[in-house]
Protein backbone atom coordinates (compact mmCIF):
# COMPACT_ATOMS: atom_id res chain seq x y z
CA UNK A 1 0.00 0.00 0.00
CA UNK A 2 1.19 3.74 -0.44
CA UNK A 3 1.98 6.08 2.03
CA UNK A 4 -0.44 8.23 2.70
CA UNK A 5 1.14 11.05 5.42
CA UNK A 6 5.09 11.51 4.75
CA UNK A 7 6.40 13.14 7.81
CA UNK A 8 10.04 14.59 7.31
CA UNK A 9 12.34 16.74 10.40
CA UNK A 10 9.07 18.15 11.96
CA UNK A 11 9.65 20.09 14.69
CA UNK A 12 7.28 22.50 17.00
CA UNK A 13 9.12 25.12 19.32
CA UNK A 14 7.14 26.88 21.46
CA UNK A 15 8.23 29.92 23.91
CA UNK A 16 7.11 29.82 27.02
CA UNK A 17 7.33 31.18 30.86
CA UNK A 18 8.47 30.25 33.82
CA UNK A 19 8.22 31.17 37.43
CA UNK A 20 8.34 29.75 40.50
CA UNK A 21 5.23 29.82 43.34
CA UNK A 22 4.89 32.12 46.07
CA UNK A 23 4.22 36.12 46.05
CA UNK A 24 7.48 37.29 45.38
CA UNK A 25 8.14 35.13 42.27
CA UNK A 26 4.64 36.50 40.97
CA UNK A 27 5.56 39.98 41.67
CA UNK A 28 9.44 39.38 39.72
CA UNK A 29 7.80 37.72 36.68
CA UNK A 30 5.00 40.73 36.59
CA UNK A 31 8.58 42.65 35.62
CA UNK A 32 10.35 40.23 34.13
CA UNK A 33 9.57 37.06 32.78
CA UNK A 34 12.08 34.14 32.27
CA UNK A 35 11.23 32.85 28.71
CA UNK A 36 11.78 29.12 28.22
CA UNK A 37 12.19 27.02 24.69
CA UNK A 38 10.31 24.04 24.83
CA UNK A 39 11.11 21.85 21.71
CA UNK A 40 7.15 20.03 21.62
CA UNK A 41 8.35 17.73 18.96
CA UNK A 42 11.89 17.42 18.07
CA UNK A 43 13.13 16.51 14.93
CA UNK A 44 10.25 13.50 14.63
CA UNK A 45 9.85 11.82 10.64
CA UNK A 46 7.47 8.84 9.62
CA UNK A 47 5.30 7.66 7.03
CA UNK A 48 1.78 5.94 7.42
CA UNK A 49 0.14 3.61 5.00
CA UNK A 50 -3.28 4.37 3.20
CA UNK A 51 -5.75 1.74 5.42
CA UNK A 52 -4.19 1.24 7.77
CA UNK A 53 -4.67 2.69 11.76
CA UNK A 54 -1.86 3.94 13.26
CA UNK A 55 -1.89 4.38 17.32
CA UNK A 56 0.68 7.52 18.69
CA UNK A 57 1.40 6.77 21.69
CA UNK A 58 3.71 8.60 24.54
CA UNK A 59 3.42 9.73 28.40
CA UNK A 60 1.64 13.28 29.23
CA UNK A 61 3.53 16.47 27.16
CA UNK A 62 5.18 14.07 24.75
CA UNK A 63 4.08 15.97 21.62
CA UNK A 64 1.18 13.73 20.56
CA UNK A 65 -1.23 16.16 20.14
CA UNK A 66 1.07 18.57 18.78
CA UNK A 67 1.82 16.69 15.87
CA UNK A 68 -1.80 15.55 15.71
CA UNK A 69 -2.87 19.43 15.42
CA UNK A 70 0.04 20.05 12.64
CA UNK A 71 -0.85 16.89 10.71
CA UNK A 72 -4.69 18.48 10.74
CA UNK A 73 -3.08 21.67 9.50
CA UNK A 74 -4.27 23.98 13.10
CA UNK A 75 -0.64 24.80 13.95
CA UNK A 76 2.00 25.49 11.51
CA UNK A 77 5.17 23.43 11.90
CA UNK A 78 8.54 25.23 12.96
CA UNK A 79 10.55 23.00 10.68
CA UNK A 80 10.53 19.86 9.08
CA UNK A 81 7.87 19.04 6.14
CA UNK A 82 4.23 17.07 6.37
CA UNK A 83 2.76 15.48 3.16
CA UNK A 84 -0.47 14.48 3.77
CA UNK A 85 -2.87 13.43 0.26
CA UNK A 86 -0.41 15.70 -1.52
CA UNK A 87 -0.99 18.48 0.95
CA UNK A 88 1.05 20.76 3.29
CA UNK A 89 -1.82 20.77 5.61
CA UNK A 90 -1.30 24.41 7.31
CA UNK A 91 -0.31 26.06 4.05
CA UNK A 92 -2.78 24.10 1.89
CA UNK A 93 -5.21 24.28 5.33
CA UNK A 94 -8.88 25.33 3.14
CA UNK A 95 -8.67 22.66 0.73
CA UNK A 96 -6.92 19.63 2.93
CA UNK A 97 -9.05 19.96 5.80
CA UNK A 98 -12.55 19.05 3.39
CA UNK A 99 -10.88 15.46 3.06
CA UNK A 100 -10.23 14.90 6.54
CA UNK A 101 -11.99 14.18 9.51
CA UNK A 102 -10.63 14.94 13.29
CA UNK A 103 -12.14 14.13 16.89
CA UNK A 104 -10.40 15.86 19.74
CA UNK A 105 -11.45 13.77 22.69
CA UNK A 106 -11.56 16.54 25.32
CA UNK A 107 -12.47 19.85 22.13
CA UNK A 108 -16.04 19.74 21.48
CA UNK A 109 -17.47 20.46 17.59
CA UNK A 110 -20.88 20.35 18.47
CA UNK A 111 -22.96 23.49 19.55
CA UNK A 112 -23.53 23.04 23.62
CA UNK A 113 -27.41 24.60 23.09
CA UNK A 114 -28.78 23.25 20.91
CA UNK A 115 -29.26 19.24 19.24
CA UNK A 116 -26.41 17.78 17.38
CA UNK A 117 -28.70 17.32 14.40
CA UNK A 118 -28.74 21.15 13.94
CA UNK A 119 -24.66 21.04 14.42
CA UNK A 120 -24.96 18.26 11.81
CA UNK A 121 -27.00 20.38 9.64
CA UNK A 122 -24.27 23.29 9.52
CA UNK A 123 -21.56 20.99 8.96
CA UNK A 124 -23.75 20.06 5.83
CA UNK A 125 -23.92 23.69 4.39
CA UNK A 126 -20.45 24.19 5.57
CA UNK A 127 -19.35 21.09 3.33
CA UNK A 128 -21.26 21.20 0.75
CA UNK A 129 -22.87 17.44 0.84
CA UNK A 130 -25.80 16.63 -1.29
CA UNK A 131 -29.25 15.91 0.72
CA UNK A 132 -29.24 12.89 -0.66
CA UNK A 133 -25.62 11.95 0.53
CA UNK A 134 -26.10 13.81 3.89
CA UNK A 135 -29.52 11.71 4.46
CA UNK A 136 -27.49 7.92 3.28
CA UNK A 137 -24.43 9.41 5.23
CA UNK A 138 -26.93 10.30 8.59
CA UNK A 139 -28.43 7.13 8.44
CA UNK A 140 -25.94 4.93 8.48
CA UNK A 141 -23.63 6.54 11.05
CA UNK A 142 -26.63 6.92 13.81
CA UNK A 143 -27.49 3.17 13.12
CA UNK A 144 -23.59 2.32 13.67
CA UNK A 145 -23.73 4.33 16.63
CA UNK A 146 -27.46 3.50 17.46
CA UNK A 147 -27.52 7.29 18.65
CA UNK A 148 -31.06 7.71 16.04
CA UNK A 149 -33.06 9.22 19.48
CA UNK A 150 -29.99 10.90 20.83
CA UNK A 151 -29.15 13.29 18.35
CA UNK A 152 -32.32 15.47 18.78
CA UNK A 153 -31.72 15.94 22.20
CA UNK A 154 -29.88 19.52 23.30
CA UNK A 155 -25.92 18.33 23.36
CA UNK A 156 -26.19 19.72 27.41
CA UNK A 157 -27.73 17.24 28.29
CA UNK A 158 -26.31 13.94 26.58
CA UNK A 159 -23.84 11.42 28.84
CA UNK A 160 -20.13 12.25 27.75
CA UNK A 161 -20.36 8.98 25.78
CA UNK A 162 -23.15 9.84 23.56
CA UNK A 163 -21.69 13.09 23.41
CA UNK A 164 -18.57 11.31 21.49
CA UNK A 165 -20.84 9.30 19.59
CA UNK A 166 -22.13 12.58 18.13
CA UNK A 167 -18.71 13.99 18.08
CA UNK A 168 -17.55 11.38 15.50
CA UNK A 169 -20.86 11.36 13.43
CA UNK A 170 -19.95 15.00 13.35
CA UNK A 171 -16.32 14.63 11.47
CA UNK A 172 -17.54 12.10 9.81
CA UNK A 173 -20.62 13.28 7.45
CA UNK A 174 -17.85 14.76 5.04
CA UNK A 175 -16.67 11.06 4.33
CA UNK A 176 -13.16 12.16 5.08
CA UNK A 177 -10.40 10.12 3.85
CA UNK A 178 -8.21 10.42 7.28
CA UNK A 179 -9.66 10.91 10.47
CA UNK A 180 -7.40 11.68 13.00
CA UNK A 181 -8.76 10.71 16.85
CA UNK A 182 -7.14 12.57 19.41
CA UNK A 183 -8.26 10.63 22.95
CA UNK A 184 -11.74 9.84 21.70
CA UNK A 185 -12.52 7.10 24.35
CA UNK A 186 -11.10 9.88 27.14
CA UNK A 187 -13.23 9.14 30.21
CA UNK A 188 -15.84 7.00 28.66
CA UNK A 189 -17.45 3.81 30.25
CA UNK A 190 -16.48 0.48 28.99
CA UNK A 191 -19.81 -0.31 27.00
CA UNK A 192 -19.08 2.90 24.86
CA UNK A 193 -15.82 2.76 24.17
CA UNK A 194 -16.13 -0.48 22.30
CA UNK A 195 -19.23 1.09 20.12
CA UNK A 196 -16.05 3.88 18.89
CA UNK A 197 -14.11 0.52 17.87
CA UNK A 198 -16.48 -1.00 16.76
CA UNK A 199 -17.13 1.78 14.34
CA UNK A 200 -13.52 2.80 13.53
CA UNK A 201 -12.78 -1.05 12.73
CA UNK A 202 -15.72 -0.90 10.68
CA UNK A 203 -14.60 2.11 8.87
CA UNK A 204 -11.22 1.31 8.56
CA UNK A 205 -12.32 -1.87 6.68
CA UNK A 206 -13.89 0.33 4.61
CA UNK A 207 -11.11 1.88 3.42
CA UNK A 208 -10.63 5.05 5.50
CA UNK A 209 -6.93 5.64 7.63
CA UNK A 210 -7.40 6.69 10.82
CA UNK A 211 -4.36 8.46 13.65
CA UNK A 212 -5.29 7.61 16.83
CA UNK A 213 -3.38 9.22 20.19
CA UNK A 214 -5.03 7.61 23.12
CA UNK A 215 -3.34 6.58 26.62
CA UNK A 216 -5.72 4.11 26.50
CA UNK A 217 -3.66 0.47 25.46
CA UNK A 218 -6.74 -1.44 24.83
CA UNK A 219 -7.36 1.14 21.80
CA UNK A 220 -4.13 0.55 20.58
CA UNK A 221 -4.47 -3.28 20.71
CA UNK A 222 -7.78 -3.42 19.84
CA UNK A 223 -7.37 -1.02 16.29
CA UNK A 224 -3.70 -0.33 15.76
CA UNK A 225 -1.88 -1.42 12.76
CA UNK A 226 1.11 0.22 13.51
CA UNK A 227 2.46 2.11 16.70
CA UNK A 228 4.11 5.30 16.83
CA UNK A 229 6.17 6.13 20.14
CA UNK A 230 7.13 9.73 20.96
CA UNK A 231 8.40 10.68 24.39
CA UNK A 232 10.09 14.03 24.98
CA UNK A 233 8.90 14.98 21.39
CA UNK A 234 11.00 12.50 20.02
CA UNK A 235 9.84 9.10 18.21
CA UNK A 236 11.44 6.23 20.00
CA UNK A 237 9.41 3.37 18.46
CA UNK A 238 7.82 3.31 15.21
CA UNK A 239 6.89 -0.24 14.09
CA UNK A 240 3.89 -2.58 13.59
CA UNK A 241 1.94 -3.88 16.77
CA UNK A 242 3.88 -7.38 16.66
CA UNK A 243 6.84 -5.90 16.55
CA UNK A 244 6.08 -3.58 19.81
CA UNK A 245 5.36 -7.01 21.78
CA UNK A 246 8.71 -8.32 21.08
CA UNK A 247 10.33 -5.15 21.59
CA UNK A 248 11.97 -6.03 25.00
CA UNK A 249 12.64 -9.77 23.80
CA UNK A 250 10.64 -13.25 23.62
CA UNK A 251 9.83 -12.43 26.99
CA UNK A 252 6.90 -14.23 29.13
CA UNK A 253 4.65 -13.58 31.82
CA UNK A 254 3.76 -16.52 33.94
CA UNK A 255 1.02 -15.65 37.11
CA UNK A 256 1.59 -18.21 40.11
CA UNK A 257 -1.36 -18.84 43.03
CA UNK A 258 0.41 -19.90 46.14
CA UNK A 259 -1.24 -22.21 48.77
CA UNK A 260 1.25 -20.42 51.17
CA UNK A 261 2.35 -17.07 51.70
CA UNK A 262 5.77 -16.39 49.87
CA UNK A 263 7.98 -13.40 50.34
CA UNK A 264 11.31 -14.46 48.35
CA UNK A 265 12.93 -12.40 45.53
CA UNK A 266 13.21 -15.31 43.04
CA UNK A 267 11.99 -18.61 42.22
CA UNK A 268 14.07 -21.00 40.64
CA UNK A 269 16.32 -18.01 39.43
CA UNK A 270 13.84 -15.89 37.98
CA UNK A 271 13.21 -13.05 39.75
CA UNK A 272 9.75 -12.30 41.03
CA UNK A 273 8.17 -9.05 39.90
CA UNK A 274 4.85 -8.24 40.77
CA UNK A 275 1.98 -9.91 43.12
CA UNK A 276 -1.29 -8.89 44.09
CA UNK A 277 -0.55 -10.16 47.67
CA UNK A 278 1.83 -12.91 49.34
CA UNK A 279 -0.32 -15.95 47.81
CA UNK A 280 -0.11 -14.45 44.21
CA UNK A 281 3.00 -13.73 42.34
CA UNK A 282 4.13 -13.05 38.79
CA UNK A 283 7.24 -13.74 37.19
CA UNK A 284 9.22 -12.00 34.07
CA UNK A 285 10.72 -15.47 32.10
CA UNK A 286 13.12 -14.26 29.12
CA UNK A 287 12.30 -17.12 26.61
CA UNK A 288 15.72 -16.49 24.73
CA UNK A 289 17.22 -17.28 28.03
CA UNK A 290 15.74 -19.95 29.07
CA UNK A 291 12.26 -22.03 27.59
CA UNK A 292 8.91 -21.91 28.93
CA UNK A 293 8.92 -25.41 29.25
CA UNK A 294 11.77 -25.93 30.81
CA UNK A 295 10.75 -23.26 33.45
CA UNK A 296 7.38 -24.64 34.09
CA UNK A 297 9.00 -28.33 34.39
CA UNK A 298 11.62 -26.70 37.09
CA UNK A 299 8.52 -25.73 39.06
CA UNK A 300 7.22 -29.27 39.97
CA UNK A 301 9.38 -28.99 42.76
CA UNK A 302 7.36 -26.37 43.62
CA UNK A 303 4.97 -27.52 45.76
CA UNK A 304 2.98 -24.73 46.91
CA UNK A 305 1.28 -23.69 43.53
CA UNK A 306 -2.38 -24.12 43.36
CA UNK A 307 -2.81 -22.53 40.21
CA UNK A 308 -0.29 -21.12 37.11
CA UNK A 309 -1.28 -18.80 34.03
CA UNK A 310 1.18 -18.23 30.97
CA UNK A 311 0.66 -14.99 28.97
CA UNK A 312 2.67 -12.24 26.87
CA UNK A 313 4.51 -9.44 28.07
CA UNK A 314 1.39 -7.18 29.22
CA UNK A 315 1.52 -3.72 26.61
CA UNK A 316 1.61 -1.34 29.67
CA UNK A 317 4.88 -2.78 31.15
CA UNK A 318 5.92 -2.96 27.93
CA UNK A 319 5.09 0.76 26.93
CA UNK A 320 6.01 1.92 30.41
CA UNK A 321 9.56 0.70 29.99
CA UNK A 322 9.55 2.36 26.72
CA UNK A 323 8.85 5.49 28.35
CA UNK A 324 11.47 5.19 31.01
CA UNK A 325 14.15 3.63 28.71
CA UNK B 1 -23.96 31.18 -3.78
CA UNK B 2 -22.00 28.40 -1.02
CA UNK B 3 -21.19 31.21 1.34
CA UNK B 4 -24.44 32.62 1.49
CA UNK B 5 -26.01 29.13 1.88
CA UNK B 6 -23.39 28.76 4.98
CA UNK B 7 -23.93 32.02 6.47
CA UNK B 8 -27.92 31.55 6.16
CA UNK B 9 -27.90 28.01 7.69
CA UNK B 10 -25.40 29.30 10.42
CA UNK B 11 -27.29 32.27 11.34
CA UNK B 12 -30.42 29.63 11.35
CA UNK B 13 -28.61 28.13 14.13
CA UNK B 14 -27.77 31.06 16.06
CA UNK B 15 -31.77 31.90 16.30
CA UNK B 16 -31.97 28.15 17.67
CA UNK B 17 -29.17 28.55 20.03
CA UNK B 18 -30.60 31.54 21.49
CA UNK B 19 -34.15 30.18 21.38
CA UNK B 20 -33.20 27.41 23.24
CA UNK B 21 -33.22 29.99 26.37
CA UNK B 22 -36.41 31.66 25.08
CA UNK B 23 -36.15 33.62 28.79
CA UNK B 24 -33.38 35.14 27.77
CA UNK B 25 -33.43 35.98 24.48
CA UNK B 26 -36.24 38.05 24.69
CA UNK B 27 -35.22 39.80 27.75
CA UNK B 28 -32.06 40.41 26.64
CA UNK B 29 -33.50 42.30 23.50
CA UNK B 30 -35.71 44.31 25.49
CA UNK B 31 -32.78 45.14 28.02
CA UNK B 32 -31.04 46.20 25.23
CA UNK B 33 -33.36 48.24 23.86
CA UNK B 34 -34.41 50.10 27.02
CA UNK B 35 -30.64 50.79 27.54
CA UNK B 36 -30.86 52.19 24.01
CA UNK B 37 -33.84 54.15 24.52
CA UNK B 38 -32.32 55.31 28.20
CA UNK B 39 -29.12 56.63 26.30
CA UNK B 40 -30.42 59.51 24.40
CA UNK B 41 -32.82 60.51 27.49
CA UNK B 42 -29.89 61.89 28.41
CA UNK B 43 -29.58 64.22 25.73
CA UNK B 44 -33.17 65.18 26.39
CA UNK B 45 -32.31 65.71 29.95
CA UNK B 46 -29.49 68.01 28.98
CA UNK B 47 -31.56 70.14 26.63
CA UNK B 48 -34.36 70.38 29.01
CA UNK B 49 -32.28 72.08 31.21
CA UNK B 50 -31.30 74.63 28.80
CA UNK B 51 -27.70 73.39 28.05
CA UNK B 52 -27.06 72.17 24.39
CA UNK B 53 -24.28 71.33 21.90
CA UNK B 54 -23.29 74.89 20.31
CA UNK B 55 -25.40 74.66 16.78
CA UNK B 56 -26.71 71.57 16.98
CA UNK B 57 -30.70 71.04 17.51
CA UNK B 58 -31.79 68.14 20.24
CA UNK B 59 -33.04 66.40 17.25
CA UNK B 60 -29.61 66.52 15.27
CA UNK B 61 -28.24 64.97 18.09
CA UNK B 62 -30.33 62.59 18.95
CA UNK B 63 -29.80 61.45 15.00
CA UNK B 64 -26.18 61.16 14.83
CA UNK B 65 -26.95 59.06 18.62
CA UNK B 66 -29.17 56.79 16.84
CA UNK B 67 -27.45 56.05 13.85
CA UNK B 68 -24.61 55.55 16.26
CA UNK B 69 -27.06 52.85 17.89
CA UNK B 70 -28.05 51.27 14.21
CA UNK B 71 -24.12 51.12 13.41
CA UNK B 72 -22.76 49.18 16.80
CA UNK B 73 -25.66 46.61 16.37
CA UNK B 74 -25.26 46.08 13.24
CA UNK B 75 -21.39 45.71 13.39
CA UNK B 76 -22.27 43.15 17.05
CA UNK B 77 -24.68 41.45 14.87
CA UNK B 78 -21.36 40.73 12.59
CA UNK B 79 -18.18 40.84 14.17
CA UNK B 80 -18.51 41.39 18.13
CA UNK B 81 -19.39 37.51 18.98
CA UNK B 82 -15.64 37.36 17.00
CA UNK B 83 -13.70 39.07 19.93
CA UNK B 84 -15.16 36.98 22.31
CA UNK B 85 -15.17 33.80 20.59
CA UNK B 86 -11.68 34.03 19.78
CA UNK B 87 -11.13 35.05 23.19
CA UNK B 88 -12.12 31.44 24.96
CA UNK B 89 -10.73 29.80 22.23
CA UNK B 90 -7.22 30.95 22.74
CA UNK B 91 -7.29 30.60 26.28
CA UNK B 92 -8.98 27.15 26.23
CA UNK B 93 -6.72 26.31 23.43
CA UNK B 94 -9.62 24.81 21.45
CA UNK B 95 -9.02 26.81 17.87
CA UNK B 96 -8.16 24.16 16.11
CA UNK B 97 -11.92 23.63 15.78
CA UNK B 98 -12.53 26.18 13.68
CA UNK B 99 -9.20 25.67 11.83
CA UNK B 100 -10.71 22.08 10.88
CA UNK B 101 -13.17 23.80 8.71
CA UNK B 102 -12.98 24.02 5.23
CA UNK B 103 -13.90 27.78 5.22
CA UNK B 104 -11.88 30.85 6.05
CA UNK B 105 -11.44 31.44 9.77
CA UNK B 106 -13.29 34.87 9.74
CA UNK B 107 -16.14 34.09 7.56
CA UNK B 108 -16.57 30.53 9.15
CA UNK B 109 -16.78 32.63 13.50
CA UNK B 110 -18.44 35.69 11.09
CA UNK B 111 -21.13 33.05 10.59
CA UNK B 112 -21.58 31.13 13.23
CA UNK B 113 -21.49 34.23 15.94
CA UNK B 114 -24.41 36.24 13.88
CA UNK B 115 -25.45 37.67 17.35
CA UNK B 116 -29.43 37.82 17.58
CA UNK B 117 -29.38 39.88 20.90
CA UNK B 118 -28.25 42.51 18.81
CA UNK B 119 -31.13 42.96 17.00
CA UNK B 120 -32.53 45.05 19.96
CA UNK B 121 -29.97 47.48 19.37
CA UNK B 122 -30.38 47.48 15.87
CA UNK B 123 -34.17 47.86 16.03
CA UNK B 124 -34.08 50.60 18.40
CA UNK B 125 -31.64 52.26 16.85
CA UNK B 126 -33.21 52.48 13.13
CA UNK B 127 -36.83 53.52 14.85
CA UNK B 128 -35.05 56.25 17.04
CA UNK B 129 -33.26 57.64 13.50
CA UNK B 130 -36.41 57.35 11.89
CA UNK B 131 -38.50 59.79 14.52
CA UNK B 132 -35.60 61.76 14.98
CA UNK B 133 -34.65 62.23 10.96
CA UNK B 134 -38.68 63.13 11.10
CA UNK B 135 -38.26 65.81 13.49
CA UNK B 136 -35.22 67.49 11.96
CA UNK B 137 -36.68 67.96 8.21
CA UNK B 138 -33.85 65.63 7.13
CA UNK B 139 -33.76 65.27 3.36
CA UNK B 140 -34.21 62.45 1.79
CA UNK B 141 -31.78 63.04 -1.31
CA UNK B 142 -29.15 62.16 1.56
CA UNK B 143 -30.17 58.75 1.74
CA UNK B 144 -27.53 57.48 -0.71
CA UNK B 145 -24.59 59.04 0.98
CA UNK B 146 -26.03 58.23 4.25
CA UNK B 147 -25.71 54.47 3.21
CA UNK B 148 -22.10 54.67 2.10
CA UNK B 149 -21.27 56.31 5.40
CA UNK B 150 -23.49 53.99 7.81
CA UNK B 151 -21.76 50.69 5.98
CA UNK B 152 -18.68 52.91 6.20
CA UNK B 153 -18.77 53.39 9.82
CA UNK B 154 -20.32 49.72 10.33
CA UNK B 155 -16.71 49.03 8.62
CA UNK B 156 -14.80 51.04 11.30
CA UNK B 157 -16.80 48.94 14.08
CA UNK B 158 -16.27 45.38 12.55
CA UNK B 159 -12.29 46.43 12.08
CA UNK B 160 -12.11 47.25 15.77
CA UNK B 161 -13.38 44.25 16.98
CA UNK B 162 -11.15 42.38 14.46
CA UNK B 163 -7.87 43.69 15.35
CA UNK B 164 -8.99 43.37 19.16
CA UNK B 165 -9.57 39.30 18.56
CA UNK B 166 -6.53 39.50 16.78
CA UNK B 167 -4.45 40.72 19.26
CA UNK B 168 -6.06 37.71 21.67
CA UNK B 169 -3.29 35.40 20.06
CA UNK B 170 -0.24 37.67 21.48
CA UNK B 171 -2.39 38.85 24.85
CA UNK B 172 -4.30 35.97 25.73
CA UNK B 173 -7.00 37.30 28.00
CA UNK B 174 -7.11 41.01 27.58
CA UNK B 175 -10.50 41.43 28.86
CA UNK B 176 -10.87 44.80 29.64
CA UNK B 177 -9.21 45.91 25.59
CA UNK B 178 -12.43 46.36 24.34
CA UNK B 179 -13.05 49.41 26.73
CA UNK B 180 -10.42 50.94 25.63
CA UNK B 181 -12.04 50.80 22.17
CA UNK B 182 -15.26 51.41 23.51
CA UNK B 183 -14.27 54.39 24.59
CA UNK B 184 -12.55 55.69 21.47
CA UNK B 185 -16.08 54.82 20.00
CA UNK B 186 -17.87 57.27 22.14
CA UNK B 187 -16.55 60.22 20.04
CA UNK B 188 -18.73 59.14 17.10
CA UNK B 189 -21.89 59.67 19.17
CA UNK B 190 -21.49 63.96 19.71
CA UNK B 191 -21.20 66.59 16.95
CA UNK B 192 -17.39 66.70 16.06
CA UNK B 193 -17.35 69.74 16.25
CA UNK B 194 -17.26 70.50 20.05
CA UNK B 195 -13.90 68.52 20.03
CA UNK B 196 -10.64 70.35 19.87
CA UNK B 197 -8.70 69.97 16.16
CA UNK B 198 -6.45 66.86 16.88
CA UNK B 199 -9.23 65.26 17.95
CA UNK B 200 -11.30 66.05 15.08
CA UNK B 201 -8.60 64.58 13.01
CA UNK B 202 -7.97 61.83 14.66
CA UNK B 203 -11.66 60.65 14.96
CA UNK B 204 -12.11 61.23 11.55
CA UNK B 205 -9.10 59.99 9.90
CA UNK B 206 -6.62 57.96 12.43
CA UNK B 207 -9.83 55.69 13.77
CA UNK B 208 -12.44 57.21 12.18
CA UNK B 209 -15.01 56.58 14.60
CA UNK B 210 -17.10 60.02 13.74
CA UNK B 211 -18.06 57.90 10.51
CA UNK B 212 -19.86 55.96 12.71
CA UNK B 213 -22.92 58.33 13.70
CA UNK B 214 -21.95 61.88 13.43
CA UNK B 215 -21.32 61.82 9.57
CA UNK B 216 -23.70 59.17 8.02
CA UNK B 217 -26.48 61.92 10.28
CA UNK B 218 -24.57 65.30 8.77
CA UNK B 219 -25.45 63.82 4.72
CA UNK B 220 -28.87 63.20 5.91
CA UNK B 221 -29.25 66.55 7.73
CA UNK B 222 -27.88 68.20 4.31
CA UNK B 223 -24.89 69.42 6.45
CA UNK B 224 -22.45 67.27 4.75
CA UNK B 225 -18.58 68.12 3.68
CA UNK B 226 -16.11 67.21 1.32
CA UNK B 227 -14.12 65.47 4.20
CA UNK B 228 -16.48 63.14 5.27
CA UNK B 229 -16.41 61.65 2.19
CA UNK B 230 -13.04 61.34 2.27
CA UNK B 231 -12.88 59.70 5.01
CA UNK B 232 -14.90 56.16 3.75
CA UNK B 233 -11.12 55.74 2.66
CA UNK B 234 -9.42 54.91 6.26
CA UNK B 235 -12.62 53.08 6.95
CA UNK B 236 -12.20 50.66 4.28
CA UNK B 237 -8.47 50.55 5.10
CA UNK B 238 -9.56 50.23 8.78
CA UNK B 239 -11.68 47.19 8.09
CA UNK B 240 -8.77 45.68 5.43
CA UNK B 241 -6.76 46.57 8.26
CA UNK B 242 -8.66 44.35 10.66
CA UNK B 243 -8.82 41.08 7.96
CA UNK B 244 -5.28 41.21 7.33
CA UNK B 245 -4.36 41.40 11.24
CA UNK B 246 -6.61 38.90 12.20
CA UNK B 247 -5.35 36.46 9.22
CA UNK B 248 -1.99 36.84 9.99
CA UNK B 249 -2.52 35.62 13.92
CA UNK B 250 -3.94 32.80 13.41
CA UNK B 251 -0.72 31.89 12.24
CA UNK B 252 0.87 32.81 15.71
CA UNK B 253 -1.84 30.39 17.01
CA UNK B 254 0.12 27.92 19.47
CA UNK B 255 -2.73 25.90 21.62
CA UNK B 256 -2.32 24.31 24.89
CA UNK B 257 -0.82 21.58 26.58
CA UNK B 258 -3.18 18.09 25.40
Redesign the interface.
Known amino acids: MSDIITVKNLTKT ?1 TTYRRDSGFAAALKSFFKREKVTVNAVDDISFSIEKGTVCGILGP ?2 AG ?3 T ?2 ML ?5 PTSGSIDVLGFSPARD ?3 Y ?2 R ?1 G ?1 V ?1 G ?4 L ?1 F ?2 PPI ?2 F ?2 N ?5 ITDADYKKRLDEMTGLFDVGDVIHK ?1 TRVLSLGERMKCEFIM ?1 MLHSPEIVFL ?2 PTIGLDVIAKNKIREVISEMNRNGTTFILTTHDLEDVEQLADNVIIINHGRKVFDDTLGSLRTTLGSKKMIDLTLSKPFAGSEINGVPVIAGEDELHVSLEVDTEQRSITEFLTSLANFSDITDISVRSLPMDMIITRIYTE | MRYIKIYLTCVRVAFSQAAAYRTDFILGNIITLLSNILFPLVTVVIYANGAEFPEWSMWEVLLIQSVFSMSTGMSAMLTQGILWTTMDHIREGSFEVVLLKPLSPLFYLTAVNFSTGSLGLFTGGLVLTIVSASNTGADAGGIPVFLLLFISGTAVLCGLDLVMAAITFKWVGNSRIPEIFDSIAEFGKYPLGIFPKPLRIFAAFVIPVAVVGFFPASALLGRLEWYMLVAVIPCALFLAFGIWLYDRMIKRYEGVGG
Open positions: YNGKSTIKCGALFRAKVRIAFQKSQIDIDSAMKAIYGPSDE
